[in-house]
């Protein structure tokens, strides 16, 4: 199902002589495209020009320019209410450019395509456990898949038009990783590994290959697919490793270094249990995936990230005590880390993403709870947990979304490559 991109309005335009001409009709193409983008109903050529104060001559040409580069497609025309022709809207293309999502966890691959209206239309999960393999090793499987999916991508009419892809851990400049603690993985060159794949040459975008935390790429996708005027909030990506992604104001906070979001580090019992990054009581020693299954019972279950999640679920719709307590304490946990990224940034939402996404129902009231109790404003103005809108999928779903609200924000470089 097609998603609806949340646009913030423009409802004018400069045409200051100082502008150029070509920087004027770059403008004129965002503009009216992020107008299509973020309309509750499909807007006609006269809907635009009203909106944006351009002449409708102008509209015209920009809207045959996007229509020209599958940016946009004209709607059926809504049956007729008076005397003349009605007008027909318009509408994001879903055959033109599409983004390419990948992602790469502790014990799965994943590739998704999402076109230009935010629907998917690719969904491809690769089950291993990857800690025991190389780098290059993983990579190489994570091209594969990038093949697959940009076959399929093809095959249904799509231009893949950029690749992002989601890794857990922290991400430097150029793409570098780091450091990816539960993967094993140190000042790992990804695109350098990636190179010899050819997929730069696989996709006609701008950038061909964007490297980011998987946490912050599920919150770009959740900013875009979850509910209207969700701006600022804190996604919670539950697997193995905890991380979050911080929106404000609807955009991606990163940090000095691009390093945000890092709250499986919190120390929730400063002198608990090692953790692999090498401090002590860390949350996701507490509400990590293993965490969680060993304190269940389901300690060396090897299940991967969705299949534990569910089989957690069946055992708390089922009732079972060691499950229950299991996800209380881990809810608990997380409530105490969350308490404080909330009182220091003044947040009014947290999503529950990845495999917390379906174990939501019973993490929420401890979370809820720990909320209430710590949050300095919560007696006038509570936090709302919610489950996030692309469950478990958010990474790699957003990874691709965001390749597409590239395009959707800068249309005239896509017609640049394409015209």
Do not use: K
């Amino acid at each position: 199902m097609a998603t609806m991109w949340h646009c913030q309005a423009v409802t004018s335009v400069s045409t200051a002589g100082a502008v150029r001409q070509g920087s004027l009709r770059e403008l004129n193409l965002a503009v009216v495209l992020r107008r299509i983008a973020g309309a509750d109903r499909p807007p006609s050529r006269a809907d635009l020009a009203a909106a944006t104060g351009l002449t409708r001559a102008t509209v015209s040409a920009v809207v045959d320019d996007l229509i020209g580069g599958r940016l946009v497609a004209e709607a059926e025309p809504a049956p007729r209410t008076g005397a003349g022709r009605p007008a027909r809207g318009l509408v994001l293309a879903d055959h033109g450019p599409a983004g390419l999502g990948l992602e790469v966890n502790v014990d799965y691959l994943a590739a998704c395509v999402v076109d230009l209206t935010g629907a998917v239309r690719h969904h491809v999960v690769e089950r291993a456990d990857l800690r025991p393999v190389s780098p290059a090793d993983a990579l190489t499987r994570l091209a594969a898949l990038a093949a697959d999916a940009h076959t399929a991508a093809v095959r249904d009419g799509l231009t893949p038009a950029g690749v992002a892809l989601a890794v857990p851990g922290l991400v430097g400049a150029g793409g570098m990783v780091r450091l990816a603690p539960n993967l094993g993985w140190r000042d790992v060159d990804v695109p350098g590994l990636l190179a010899g794949h050819r997929l730069a040459e696989a996709v006609d975008g701008i950038p061909p290959l964007v490297v980011e935390n998987e946490a912050n790429l599920a919150a770009l996708g959740e900013l875009h697919a979850g509910p209207p005027g969700s701006a600022s909030f804190l996604h919670i990506s539950g697997e193995i490793g905890i991380g979050a992604g911080i929106v404000l104001d609807g955009t991606l906070y990163r940090g000095a270094r691009g390093w945000s979001g890092e709250i499986g580090h919190i120390p929730v019992h400063p002198q608990g249990r090692p953790c692999r990054c090498g401090g002590q009581g860390c949350l996701e020693r507490y509400a990590g995936q293993e965490a969680v299954l060993a304190a269940a019972g389901l300690a060396g279950a090897d299940l991967p990230a969705d299949t534990a999640a569910s089989r957690l679920a069946e055992l708390a719709e089922a009732g079972d005590p060691a499950t229950l307590a299991a996800l209380a304490d881990a809810g608990t946990a997380l409530g105490v880390a969350v308490a404080g990224v909330v009182n220091l940034l003044d947040l009014d939402t947290v999503v529950l993403g990845g495999g917390y996404a379906p174990l939501a129902p019973w993490l929420r009231p401890p979370v809820v709870a720990e909320l209430s109790r710590r949050v300095l404003t919560a007696a006038w103005s509570p936090v709302t947990v919610r489950p996030a809108a692309l469950g478990a999928r958010s990474a790699a779903v957003g990874g691709a979304s965001s390749v597409v609200r590239r395009i959707i924000d800068r249309p005239a470089g896509w017609l640049t490559r394409t015209g």
